[in-house]
């Protein structure tokens, strides 16, 4: 029996049958159950409630606050785990100046408390119950040293409590709370209404999309012609995920997967627009590559196909400088060992394989300085995503 | 006793780090090798992590008076590292230099026990006898 795949985006949201591939703008005036049996009724109505399967980024995931005692481990650890577990939102406190961090106004979905192995104990004290007291949040969740868990457990209500992310030779641990916070973003998932009415076209679970696509990637050399070490990009209406082989980065970060998995929030080309074009005029290199694309930035201003294609461009580009040693950030990559960059989403519709060619030899020659040149994989008929959604 | 240790900056001469950890084992220190490559705010923070005694650092292709006059001022961004033994040792200088113009510098930058081109062991054995002391007094 055939299956029916529908995947609800922030941005569109595509269906996808055995024969062909349906892509829809979503309208925002409407819920999104109304939008889809309006554009694709006759397809769902075409199939058993139990052979649609949905998945939906839409609601941009937990939005989760870290406290962890350093950025080298607790914090970074936390941080990799929450980003593998699908979470696009993720703020940090490191512990030692929590009284010189504002207090975010809006609701945490979930606070992760983390810090020091088993054996280091009187790490957290008042400051932190005092800081709580003054947040919003919806779930709290300590992996941290073993010996602070009476200590909090006293002083913190509703604290779930989980083995240590930070084993004894300081190595990370990531199952638990990996799992924890999965099923915590799929009870987010479908409490939300209009995801939740979807439950009338799909009798199976509905999943969030980094999820069954970091379930995809251990197969894709098998499948398509990409050799590893690869990264894979995902340019969409509010955030741009990447997902990378591990190997390209010189961590102490050792876990069993293969596969990590980065957001950048602020670099979508619709809802976050703004922010992205923010970001360009703040690099030094995009009136560079602006001219290379033989457009001027009044480009910015303007809509329609070309300006698309252009913030699709630069948005190639500044994650790539994102990731590089160029910008010193959370996670740099090897950029230079990569074998193949591939790429999914709605840029495969907007631009063609020479133009997104010529943005990633521009980024090698001007910030890397050199004439590596990854192959460039299109998954233009959202097999990565169907091959995920499939093996369900 | 926890020891955090590591050879610092782009540093990648390993067969001393190897063996450090083993005569730490030996000696009965809890060990914490964070390996070749390690940068400063990683040793710190590992200290931090791991509530460390002593943090001992191993510089060998003579990288280390560059980021050892980075160590006050990092360490001094850090709330609970006051009590730690700072202790560094491998080849100190680029060339040539005797220890009495090298270790007067190095203690300058925040370190406690200072190494240059001495004996692993003979190393270990000060650092026994000065945390015995600390200990004492
Ligand atoms: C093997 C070696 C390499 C190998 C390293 C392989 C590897 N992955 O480990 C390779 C070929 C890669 C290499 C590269 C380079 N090397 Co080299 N290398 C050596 C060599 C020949 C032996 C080092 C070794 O393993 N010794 C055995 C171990 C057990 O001894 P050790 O490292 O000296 O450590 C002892 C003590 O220093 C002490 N110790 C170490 N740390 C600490 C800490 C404390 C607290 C204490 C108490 C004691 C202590 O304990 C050890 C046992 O007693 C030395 C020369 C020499 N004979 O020492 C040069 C040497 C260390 N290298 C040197 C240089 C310059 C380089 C390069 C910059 C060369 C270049 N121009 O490319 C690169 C740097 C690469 C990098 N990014 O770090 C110089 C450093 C000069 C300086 N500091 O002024 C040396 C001294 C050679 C020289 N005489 O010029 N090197």
């Known amino acids: ?392 | 006793m926890k020891v955090v240790t590591g050879v610092v900056g782009n540093d990648i001469h390993v067969v001393a780090n190897r063996l450090i950890e083993l005569s730490l084992n030996a000696r009965g220190f809890e060990v914490f090798n964070l390996g070749v490559n390690t940068y400063l705010e990683e040793f710190f923070d590992a200290a931090v992590e791991t509530n460390a005694d002593v943090l001992l650092i191993s510089s060998l292709n003579g990288e280390a008076e560059g980021w050892a006059r980075e160590v006050k001022l990092i360490k001094s961004k850090y709330k609970t590292l006051d009590n730690l033994v700072m202790m560094i040792g491998g080849n100190l200088v680029v060339g040539t230099a005797d220890a009495d113009t090298i270790v007067p510098k190095y203690k300058n930058y925040g370190f406690d026990l200072v190494f240059h081109q001495v004996d692993l062991n003979t190393g270990l054995d000060t650092l026994e006898e000065y945390l015995k002391e600390g200990k004492v007094s």
Request: glycine content about 6%.
């Open chain 1, 1 to 392: 029996m055939s299956k029916l795949l529908i995947d609800i985006g922030s941005t569109y949201f595509k269906v996808c049958t055995d024969k062909a591939i349906e892509q829809h703008f979503r309208d925002f005036n409407k819920d999104i159950y109304d939008d889809l049996t309006h554009k694709c009724g006759e397809t769902i109505r075409g199939y058993e409630k139990g052979d649609v399967y949905v998945c939906s980024s839409a609601n941009g995931g937990l939005s989760t606050l870290i406290i962890g005692l350093t950025d080298s481990y607790s914090l970074k650890y936390a941080k990799n785990i929450a980003f593998n577990s699908g979470i696009n939102i993720i703020e940090t406190v490191i512990y030692q100046n929590i009284e010189d961090y504002s207090i975010p106004s809006d609701l945490i979905d979930v606070v992760i408390v983390v810090g020091g192995i088993d054996s280091a104990s009187n790490i957290f004290d008042a400051t932190l119950f005092g800081y709580l007291d003054k947040l919003n949040y919806s779930n709290i969740v300590y992996v941290g040293s073993s010996a602070e868990v009476a200590n909090l457990q006293k002083n913190i209500n509703d604290l779930i409590v989980l083995p240590n992310i930070i084993d004894n030779k300081l190595h990370i641990v990531e199952e638990n709370l990996k799992e924890y916070l999965t099923n915590l973003y799929q009870a987010d998932i479908v409490g939300k209404e209009d995801i939740k009415s979807l439950y009338d076209i799909t009798s199976n679970q509905i999943y969030s999309t980094p999820y069954i696509v970091n379930k995809t990637l251990p197969l894709l050399d098998a499948n398509f012609s990409v050799v590893n070490p690869y990264i894979l990009i995902d340019i969409g209406g509010a955030t741009t995920d990447i997902h990378y082989s591990k190997d390209l980065v010189d961590d102490n970060i050792v876990t069993q997967n293969e596969y990590d998995r980065l957001v950048f929030k602020k670099l979508g080309v619709y809802k976050s627009k703004e922010s992205l074009i923010f970001a360009a005029e703040n690099n030094e290199f995009t009136y560079e590559l602006l001219t290379h694309l033989k457009v001027t930035e009044n480009i910015f201003e303007e809509s329609g196909e070309k300006a698309l294609k252009v913030l699709m461009q630069l948005a190639i580009f500044l994650v790539l400088c994102k990731m590089s040693h160029y910008k010193k950030a959370y996670i740099n990559l090897k950029l230079l060992s990569i074998n193949s960059i591939v790429l999914t989403g709605g840029i495969t519709k907007v631009l063609s394989d020479e133009e997104i060619e010529d943005i990633i030899s521009f980024f090698y020659t001007k910030i890397l300085n050199s004439k590596h040149n990854p192959t460039v994989v299109m998954d233009k008929n959202y097999d990565i995503w169907t091959l995920g959604a499939k093996g369900n």
